[in-house]
């Protein structure tokens, strides 16, 4: 009899946007450098709140208001099986960025590799390696959407 077990993990992430920008983590791993929406796993015991607001402090310093849902998204990693993301738009309440005290902060190893906290002007998405793609360009879509819609005049303009 073969015993095929799936590990499951829940993931959340705090899309973070403020005056056109963006709160990113870069990380750089084996020369590979690449871009991430920061949170992490779901623990037990927790809902996707706790686990948010419990993310933000670790990695970023900060303390956040979980605001709605923007995404969710299924997908598999080598040796997961189910992986589900939950997307959330966070505003910041307090703290300080780059002041986290999470695991993946502590002295660089060749395993961990490096994690640095930046702002990045949305413009810029299309041109970084931001991981999932799939995120990167709903994000870019609703940049653009909320432009449009903010530039909807409700009355017509007589020239």
């Known amino acids: 009899m073969v015993n095929i077990s799936k590990k499951i993990i829940e993931r959340v992430r705090a899309v973070i946007i403020n005056s056109d920008k963006i709160l990113l983590i870069n990380r750089i791993k084996d020369n590979d450098s690449y871009w991430v929406i920061p949170g992490g796993a779901v623990e037990p015991g927790e809902n996707h709140e706790q686990a948010i607001k419990r993310e933000c402090l670790e990695e970023l310093g900060v303390q956040v208001e979980v605001e709605k849902l923007f995404l969710q998204r299924m997908g598999d990693k080598p040796g997961i099986k189910g992986q589900s993301e939950f997307f959330y738009l966070c505003s910041i309440t ?66």
Do not use: M
């Open 94 to 159: 307090g703290g300080k960025i780059g002041a986290g005290h999470g695991p993946e902060l502590q002295p660089v190893t060749q395993y961990k590799g490096e994690y640095k906290i930046r702002w990045v002007e949305l413009k810029n998405l299309p041109d970084i390696n931001l991981k999932p793609e799939e995120v990167r360009n709903k994000i870019i879509q609703q940049t653009i959407l909320d432009k449009i819609n903010h530039s909807i005049v409700d009355e017509p303009v007589n020239p």
